[in-house]
């Protein structure tokens, strides 16, 4: 074989196995999905032509392997253990009583983990290769499940030694997730298949590393953050916090809202915190971990037959609860959407009292087979609306009725349809007051005109009696009108006349997504803001310039030509422009000031600056650089496209000179900020 080929394919297997560690473990790629694609591919076609260059580690072997007839099992050296769970801190303060008891010591530190909600696994590394995954099974024996994980990107199939030297043998327990963005565009994959869809992530998570093809759990968005330690030979740990870092160093995605060495009553704090923080993870926690830090202590204390006394679960207060749905009701959208919405008993889920759940559309109640009077499991994820589960089938009696979605709007008696390919079903007629109650509501939004004191009963007062048929009359609305409305004061009704006032300046986006147009979000609004000078421009666009712009999409440029083709809309736009209403356009001028910087050479590079500058300082160099439109960056990697040396530069330039990056020295820079070029 080609000595030259060999070299190929570990360079290849090298730099494929950074890039995907920058990309699934630091969240950082340098480079771009495709030129990950193009590497791995002919990887993989060098691999199949020489086999023996296929080693264990490989990156092509996340891809999946023969299917197996079903899972082996082995059992666990150390036991897998569960927790036990506090839900007091009275709970967590007696746990740590009986640590102190125990230990016979005034002083304990812990170390606290989000308690993740995937599913756990153990992954044998022999002399820093992975060699065995396992599940948790019974907690004794295990499922094996090798091939599964190894198709998790996060997970690495060979320790790294960069920092560390692997250990012969050490067993990492961790947890295998999927992401709320992840899980979200699995299910919507798998509703376009007409696939049954996950209940959650986890579920999602158990059912993809239960396959027996791996190459279906390849195309799971699987990830794994490690915690746990189970057996090892040849490496010693003080502490938790101590074990984490190295998993760190060993290329482990580590979780990183974990506190290290803390006292009990940080710990406390930190889980109120923990708590604040959840809504806005991209994944699911149900408590938090409090485990103690010292490994001689965790030793000392040992373990219970199915828990260590040395750790335990603070959990949160639950998400998922039961509740009985009362009744049906149908809601309006701003686009005639008719939205089934469920009344439900009232019940707290996770700290919050919800007494109403969405039921999506038709199709979803006939699915879930939902009834007035059924039992349901409800669940709260975050901010996110309430909604219904599942039916808990035991709890029939035969008295639940079934719910028909109406044939005519329930606010103005329309007509409804449904269109063959599409689940909503829409009230008919344009001028039906529910729909322009929520269209002004959207129009007054935060990300629209953003008027502050006009929430949802205001509007609804506003439309009932007349004083605003169209987004226009809004500004017309006079202090003694508003004063004279229900529970409005004098000084509330002129704080709003000011705040409309104030809002009349309008940025060409916000106006665009203000309006409503289908397809038309915030993202779409500003794409085409950066496009157009004005709104001129933009309503004698066709449909050609339009689906140039990248981003926008068929279906957004269909959208917008189609809304400025109906002359209602273009009378609307009149009406707003009579009112006063005043559009500026920033996004649009800041493309036209660029437009200098994009011919130049520094546009758009990345570039590192290192060593010492002699006629400027590094911050000013930054600066010039950053006007350019370069991006300045601290490390030098394949992304790097100059360095910039100064004097007594060091290992930054030797790297740059190693990856075959173009090195600038000060008096090239100085002229190049100048001319634009290099001589
Ligand atoms: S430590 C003996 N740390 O919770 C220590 N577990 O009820 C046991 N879990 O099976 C595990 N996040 O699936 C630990 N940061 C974390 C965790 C965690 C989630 C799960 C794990 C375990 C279960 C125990």
Redo the contacts with the bound molecule.
């Keep these: 074989m080609d000595l030259k080929i060999k070299e190929e394919a570990r360079r290849l297997q090298k730099e494929l196995t950074f890039h995907s560690r920058q990309y699934h473990v630091l969240d950082d790629p340098l480079i771009s999905d495709h030129e990950y694609d193009m590497m791995l591919r002919r990887l993989k076609e060098i691999e199949t032509l020489f086999p023996e260059l296929s080693v264990e580690d490989s990156p092509t072997k996340r891809i999946g392997a023969p299917p197996l007839e079903s899972f082996e099992s082995a059992p666990h050296t150390l036991p897998?253990?569960?927790?036990d769970n506090a839900f007091s801190d009275q709970d967590i303060t007696d746990f740590h009583n009986r640590i102190l008891k125990n230990l016979e010591t005034k002083k304990v530190l812990y170390t606290v983990?989000?308690?993740?909600?995937?599913?756990?696994v153990e992954l044998r590394y022999e002399e820093g290769i992975l060699v065995r995954a396992t599940t948790?099974g019974d907690g004794f024996r295990g499922e094996v499940i090798t091939d599964n994980v190894r198709t998790i990107r996060s997970v690495p199939l060979r320790l790294d030694r960069d920092k560390k030297n692997p250990p012969a043998l050490i067993e990492v327990?961790g947890?295998v997730i999927i992401f709320e963005k992840d899980f979200q565009a699995l299910n919507r994959q798998r509703l376009e298949k007409g696939e049954s869809l996950f209940a959650n992530p986890r579920n999602a998570a158990a059912g993809s590393l239960r396959q027996l093809d791996s190459k279906i759990t390849a195309k799971r968005p699987l990830a794994m953050f490690a915690?746990?330690l189970g057996q090892v030979q040849g490496m010693d740990f003080n502490t938790q916090a101590e074990f984490l870092e190295t998993l760190e160093a060993f290329g482990f995605r580590v979780?990183p809202h974990i506190r290290k060495g803390i006292s009990l009553k940080e710990a406390l704090v930190f889980y109120g915190r923990l708590q604040e923080m959840r809504p806005d993870l991209d994944y699911e926690i149900d408590g938090m971990?409090i485990?103690v830090d010292r490994i001689d202590m965790q030793r000392a204390l040992g373990e219970k037959i199915k828990?260590?006394r040395w750790?335990i679960?603070y959990k949160f207060p639950a998400t998922q609860e039961t509740s009985t749905i009362n009744d049906i009701r149908v809601q309006v959208g701003r686009t005639g959407t008719l939205t089934p919405v469920a009344e439900l008993a009232p019940v707290r889920v996770g700290g919050v009292t919800v007494s109403r759940a969405t039921l999506h559309n038709e199709d979803e109640i006939i699915r879930k087979d939902i009834r007035i009077g059924d039992r349901v499991l409800v669940v709260r994820a975050g901010d996110v609306i309430p909604k219904v589960v599942k039916v808990i089938d035991s709890a029939r009696t035969g008295d639940e009725k079934e719910f028909c979605m109406p044939r005519f709007c329930p606010v103005c008696n329309s007509p409804v349809s449904r269109l063959p390919d599409e689940a909503a079903v829409k009230c008919i007629n344009s001028g039906c007051p529910a729909q322009l109650k929520e269209r002004i509501r959207h129009f007054v939004s935060k990300k629209g005109f953003d008027v502050d004191g006009l929430g949802k009963k205001l509007v609804e007062l506003l439309v009932d009696k007349d004083l605003v048929k169209d987004f226009a009359d809004l500004f017309s609305l006079e202090q003694s009108t508003l004063a004279a409305l229900d529970r409005m004061g004098e000084k509330s009704a002129q704080n709003l006349v000011n705040a409309i006032r104030h809002a009349k300046r309008v940025s060409l986006n916000r106006l665009l997504f203000a309006l409503g147009i289908d397809h038309t979000g915030e993202n779409a609004a500003m794409l085409l803001a950066r496009e157009f000078p004005g709104l001129p421009e933009l309503m004698d666009a066709d449909q050609l310039r339009l689906e140039s712009i990248h981003g926008l999409g068929e279906k957004g440029s269909t959208a917008i030509t189609r809304f400025f083709s109906i002359p209602e809309n273009r009378a609307v736009i009149q009406r707003l422009l009579g009112a006063g209403v005043e559009i500026f356009n920033d996004l649009y001028r800041l493309k036209e000031d660029s437009r200098e910087e994009q011919d130049h050479v520094f546009s758009a590079k990345t570039i590192v600056l290192t060593g010492t500058l002699e006629t400027m300082t590094r911050d000013e160099a930054k600066t010039a650089l950053r006007d350019l439109g370069a991006k300045v960056t601290s490390t030098v990697s394949s992304k790097t496209d100059f360095l910039i040396a100064g004097a007594k530069a060091g290992s930054k330039l030797a790297k740059a000179k190693n990856l075959n990056i173009t090195v600038l020295e000060e008096s090239d820079l100085i002229h190049m900020l100048a001319h634009g070029k290099r001589d």
Aim: proline content about 8%.
């Design positions: 897998m253990l569960s927790l983990e989000p308690k993740l909600d995937g599913v756990a948790r327990r947890e915690y746990g979780n971990v485990k828990s260590p750790a679960a």
